[in-house]
């Protein structure tokens, strides 16, 4: 997903780690404890949180399919 652009969310990594972890034991475990989150990410320093932000008004203006293909449209005829 991160590389397509769209970072994994907090609810997501716990969910993928209970799916793991019943493969592996083929039985359910304890739920993970309310901290597990915390405590993963800081065994795992290679793994850092990052708030997403909004996209920018200029640049979801920019994103329109019409604007796009006015652009190659243009770009076509200068060629």
Do not use: Y
């Not at 592996?24 to 901290?35: A, R």
């Not at 320093?45 to 203006?61: D, F, N, P, Y």
């Amino acid at each position: 997903m991160d590389d397509r652009g769209f970072p994994p969310r907090l609810d997501m990594m716990r969910d993928m780690a209970a799916h793991l972890e019943l493969k592996q034991l083929s039985e359910k475990g304890e739920p993970f404890g309310k901290h597990w989150i915390a405590r993963f990410l800081n065994r795992n320093s290679s793994i850092t949180v990052k708030l997403s932000c909004s996209l920018e008004g200029q640049r979801a203006h920019a994103n329109d399919p019409r604007i796009i293909k006015d652009l190659f449209a243009k770009l076509a005829h200068l060629i």
